[in-house]
């Protein structure tokens, strides 16, 4: 099975940015859809961004579409998340989602492997 490790996580002002990092081991990188999602709070876990195995397509969450862009290097295992614009409502736990059922997934049910996450925490 897939084994997933975030790093990037951290403290950052508002307008300001950061790259997180999803290290994968255990599987073929390119053959499965990866995900991030990302939980605040006292809140339900939320979808953030999907990429294809191959990388060709993506999709993001509307609150986070023009700010955020997903990608991954199948060479290195690693999956990538840019933020930038950052606001405090984007301060939540960032988890990184593997084996995706479908060639392209949004909804957590639909990944099979899930890292323990990184803090991303965003000031006024």
């Known amino acids: 099975q897939v084994q997933l490790v975030e790093s990037g996580g951290g403290l950052v002002q508002a307008g300001g940015s950061l790259r997180l990092s999803c290290a994968a081991s255990?599987?073929?990188?390119?053959?499965?859809?990866m995900a991030w999602f990302r939980q605040a709070p006292g809140k339900e876990r939320e979808f953030v961004a999907a990429?294809?195995?191959?990388?060709?397509?993506?999709y993001y969450a509307s609150s986070v579409k023009g700010r955020f862009t997903i990608s991954r290097d199948n060479h290195l295992n690693t999956l990538y998340l840019q933020m930038n614009s950052l606001k405090p409502e984007d301060t939540a736990v960032y988890y990184c989602?593997?084996?995706?059922?479908?060639?392209?997934?949004?909804?957590?049910?639909?990944?099979?492997?899930w890292g323990q996450g990184t803090q991303v925490t965003v000031s006024s």
């Open positions: 989602a593997g084996d995706g059922k479908f060639l392209i997934a949004t909804m957590e049910e639909d990944f099979g492997s």
């Open positions: 255990g599987v073929t990188f390119s053959n499965f859809a």
């Open positions: 990429i294809t195995g191959s990388g060709g397509n993506t």
